[in-house]
């Protein structure tokens, strides 16, 4: 058996494209939507960033009617340690094949010695493409001022805490501090966003941007939740049922390792989940 379909058989949809859609389309049944994201992050070596860019535009062209063809990228796993001019002309080409299929492509953020050139990249892409989105994380000491550039400029934004280790110049280190930005960041989004997406697990920062909406009257057409495939899936029912767009972020492929293990670290009852997985329940 592939190494994702035992250890992180929770939290990936599976080694290849065809997995991946077929979860899509388990998901659409439910009234949920996908963003794709094929794993994949610090590629060195530009023939290694052209294939999975290809691979990237195969999937947007594989994903069949009556499912979003909606995929998130890493830009460090399509040359942009190796040259942006390189890591530009790749994102170019897979933001046309979105725009030929109608399709939206999200850019994660990555660490924080990324995070400068990554706003000033997608800066130069959405000159010309309105199918691109970012992502903010709730605990870089400077998401506030991204967040009113962001809606100054009309950017699509999911407002997410952040997954990846800094120092305590770059981000915030304590939790309640972290809530406290993700939900005035949030609220900023929801009241004067375009379409931001709120991606948390976090019931208390779901149920404050619940609180937003009601006591703001939004339409639920306003914004939407989005989480990590295998993490509360019981709650994205709720989230349909109560009439909020919700999306789902698959992972797919077979380079699961950091994705995986930045998962168990930020929840130590993922690290349960594996183990019951790996016992068969
Ligand atoms: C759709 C999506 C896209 C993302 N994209 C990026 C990105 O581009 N860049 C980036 O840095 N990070 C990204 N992240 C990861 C994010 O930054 C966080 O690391 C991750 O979501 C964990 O934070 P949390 O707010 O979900 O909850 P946590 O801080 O992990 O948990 C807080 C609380 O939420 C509740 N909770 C959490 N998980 C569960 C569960 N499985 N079951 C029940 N209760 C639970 C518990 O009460 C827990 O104490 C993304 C996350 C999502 C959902």
């Not at 049944?29 to 590629?43: Q, S």
């Not at 953020?109 to 706003?119: A, I, V, W």
């Not at 999306?247 to 930020?266: I, S």
């Amino acid at each position: 058996m592939q190494p994702p379909a035992i250890l992180a058989r929770r939290f990936v949809a599976g080694a290849t494209a065809d997995a991946a859609v077929a979860v899509g389309r388990k998901l659409a049944a439910r009234g949920i939507k996908p963003t794709f994201d094929l794993l994949g992050e610090d590629v060195l070596e530009a023939e290694a960033a052209r294939r999975i860019a290809a691979a990237n535009q195969g999937l947007l062209r594989l994903i069949p009617e009556g499912v979003e063809r909606n995929i998130s990228i890493k830009l460090t796993s399509l040359g942009f340690d190796v040259s942006e001019e390189l890591c530009e002309e790749i994102v170019r080409g897979i933001l046309d094949t979105a725009r030929e299929v109608k399709g939206f492509v999200r850019v994660d953020m990555e660490g924080s010695k990324h995070t400068e050139r990554t706003l000033r990249f997608f800066q130069r892409l959405r000159k010309d493409y309105d199918n691109v989105g970012i992502v903010l994380q709730a605990y870089l000491h400077r998401t506030p001022d991204d967040v009113e550039e962001a809606i100054r400029r009309g950017d699509r934004v999911r407002l997410c805490k952040g997954a990846y280790r800094e120092p305590a110049d770059v981000a915030l280190q304590d939790m309640a501090k972290i809530r406290a930005q993700f939900k005035a960041c949030a609220r900023r989004l929801m009241d004067e966003g375009a379409y931001p997406a709120i991606a948390t697990h976090d019931e208390e920062l779901v149920q404050d941007a619940l609180a937003f909406a009601r006591e703001e009257k939004l339409a639920a057409s306003r914004f939407e939740f989005q989480m990590l495939y295998g993490l509360r899936p019981a709650r994205w029912d709720e989230l349909v049922k109560d009439g909020w767009n919700f999306r789902v972020y698959v992972p797919y492929g077979t380079h699961w390792f950091p994705y995986f293990y930045r998962r168990l670290r930020e929840r130590k009852e993922n690290i349960f989940f594996v183990l019951r997985s790996l016992l068969g329940g």
